[in-house]
């Protein structure tokens, strides 16, 4: 199928980035044709086949950057395959099981079930604490969250080989 795919997210400090990349890493690796902008680049989603759309988390919620995309264009969205993922567990363990059966940000839930998403995915993330301001660095603290880089770099690219699979599937 002809057409570029749409890996767009919104990272505050860099991880969830690191994430998009590596999905696109996947993609360009099996000869597709990808696209990767931060969610508040995304002029337009008309021409992308397909899109994936990631978000840090912070308290439960998306970033408003991606929050916006996906609720500003639920109409276009609904007729294209979609994939969405998270980021943000620290630790080690499930990502689930770590935010207590979170998959998604519960205010996006009924736009992402009308968009209908092939996959929602959460995927640990990665704090450094050099980057982190002053409120930052006092809510980890706070909360005592584990630091340093918890993405599952063979569960990222597997999720994205799954999604080379779906788009590239010869119709029977």
């Known amino acids: 199928m002809d057409g570029r795919v749409l890996v767009a997210y919104a990272s505050k400090y860099g991880a969830t980035a690191g994430i998009a990349e590596r999905i696109v890493q996947v993609l360009q690796d099996a000869d597709l044709a990808v696209d990767v902008l931060a969610a508040d680049q995304v002029d337009s989603l008309a021409d992308y086949r397909a899109v994936i759309l990631g978000s840090a988390v912070s308290m439960g919620r998306w970033r408003r950057e991606s929050a916006r995309l996906l609720t500003t264009n639920e109409t276009i969205l609904r007729g294209k395959p979609v994939w969405l993922f998270s980021s943000g567990p620290m630790g080690e363990g499930d990502a689930e099981e770590l935010t207590e059966g979170w998959r998604f940000a519960r ?48 569960a990222i690219t597997a999720w994205a080989e799954g999604i080379v699979a779906a788009l590239t599937q010869t119709p029977t």
């Open 107 to 154: 205010k996006l839930q009924p736009i992402a079930d009308r968009i209908g998403p092939r996959d929602i995915v959460v995927f640990h993330g990665a704090v450094d604490v050099e980057k982190l301001g002053f409120f930052d660095k006092w809510i980890l603290k706070k909360v005592e969250a584990p630091v340093g880089d918890f993405r599952d770099w063979a």
